[in-house]
């Protein structure tokens, strides 16, 4: 088999920065992309045949771990009647009946591609469905890279934010208004500002794109009272979150924090496709029903509901509605982050650690950073170091310390103390 690095300079000459997803590039830690060969429960493999734990899980959606049997036979039965028919399926119908029985905030969905493809469409069925042209984000919440959301914050209060990507025009984002994470006074202002004119608020509820980074409950209290107040719409980016953090998503651990809690417009992916290219968005049958072809917002997509991909997700729902499911999976993620967090403090490294379900961060910090400007904050040459200390050691986190990290069910007790001895010797 080729080295590693081989195959990274073949990838170079063909593919931009020889990956098909920049943070997979390594360029903020340094070294060498390692070249996956297969997985299996909580491991895979590199072209060279180190074995690693894994704990990006293709970016959140193995939450089963690689293979999971039931599946896998799923997914090969799919696969046997047609990978993609361009007319409706049963199992689109299944699949969508399977997200709503989970989440009271959604009576219809969607089904398309990509988490990006969902909170693009998701955005436009707020602006039409409102009449509205603006829309917050926060700094430091990723919801894809459509280009009105390709967007850093503003250099004063609530204001207009400037594109992130070259090829996207100032004139695209002018309505994109960017606040800072948890900050409510930016929030209030906002608002007062520009309410009249807001279609929606789109947030992470837990962000998984600046490590793990969780909303605060008074801000999404007053968040939901405002969108509320205003008739904005509150989006929910659960791509990360749903089904991953608890199996109602993260709208289910706010409700159980603020009485009658719900979002407007839910955006779902990952952990619905188990790791096949699905996403969904979803919400009241009354919204919904201004997509087309019943109404004037137009969504389409050829592989929408791709029959293989709905296998593969509703294998995976299946699975993870099984009673005890997610109190095993939280438990073992805690084991996780506290092991890592106790062995930070027995080397006198400060660390800080958080988690929800089988989703988690740390940060090389004295306390949980609350938005962007805290995380990015934080020793990022330390975590560098601390990245390949463990990657030289068999155990694979994200390369980068802005994302969160996962835990699957295949993940036992075994891996987690492997985890800590390695992070132990990398301290």
């Not at 207009?160 to 800072?180: D, K, Y």
């Not at 506290?338 to 660390?351: F, I, N």
Request: net charge neutral; with cysteine.
């Amino acid at each position: 088999m080729p080295s590693n690095q081989q195959l990274f300079e073949r990838a170079q000459r063909v593919i931009p920065g020889g990956v098909n997803s920049p943070v997979r590039a390594f360029r903020a830690v340094g070294g060498t992309p390692r070249f996956i060969t297969r997985a299996q429960g909580a491991y895979f493999w590199d072209s060279e045949g180190q074995r690693y734990i894994d704990y990006i899980g293709s970016w959140g959606p193995m939450i089963l771990g690689h293979g999971h049997p039931a599946v896998l036979e799923a997914v090969q039965r799919a696969a046997a009647d047609g990978f993609s028919f361009g007319a409706p399926t049963e199992r689109e119908i299944e699949l969508a009946e399977a997200i709503i029985a989970q989440v009271p905030s959604v009576e219809q969905v969607r089904l398309v591609s990509s988490g990006t493809e969902a909170a693009m469409s998701a955005i436009r069925l707020a602006r039409g469905a409102t009449g509205r042209p603006k829309l917050i984000k926060f700094e430091g919440c990723y919801h894809g890279h459509a280009d009105a959301l390709l967007v850093k914050a503003g250099s004063g209060l609530a204001t207009f934010g400037h594109p992130t990507s070259a090829g996207v025009p100032p004139e695209v984002v002018q309505h994109t208004v960017v606040l800072e994470y948890n900050n409510l006074a930016q929030l209030e202002a906002a608002f007062a500002e520009h309410g009249r004119e807001l279609a929606c608020v789109m947030i992470e509820p837990i962000a998984g794109n600046m490590n793990f980074v969780r909303t605060d409950v008074g801000f999404m209290r007053r968040l939901r009272e405002l969108c509320t107040a205003h008739g904005a719409l509150l989006v929910f980016d659960e791509v990360m979150t749903g089904f991953r953090v608890a199996l109602g998503g993260a709208q289910s651990v706010y409700a159980r924090a603020i009485p009658g809690f719900k979002p407007d417009i839910s955006v779902f992916g990952k952990v619905i496709g188990g790791g096949m290219p699905l996403a969904a968005f979803g919400s009241t049958r009354d919204i919904m029903q201004q997509l087309a072809p019943l109404g004037p917002v137009y969504q389409a997509g050829t592989l929408s509901g791709n029959p293989v991909a709905t296998a593969c997700g509703l294998a995976t729902l299946r699975e993870i509605t099984q009673p005890g499911f997610y109190d095993a999976l939280a438990a073992r993620t805690r084991s996780l982050v506290e092991g890592l967090v106790g062995a930070a403090r027995d080397a006198g490294v400060p660390m800080v650690g958080d988690s929800e379900g089988g989703m988690f961060g740390f940060f090389f910090a004295d306390r949980l950073p609350q938005h962007y400007g805290a995380v990015m904050a934080t020793d990022k040459e330390r975590f560098n170091r601390f990245f390949h200390g463990l990657l030289e050691r068999g155990v694979y986190l994200a390369p980068a310390l802005y994302e969160a990290g996962f835990v699957s069910a295949a993940h036992t007790a075994d891996d987690v103390a492997a985890t800590v001895a390695a992070a132990r010797a990398a301290l």
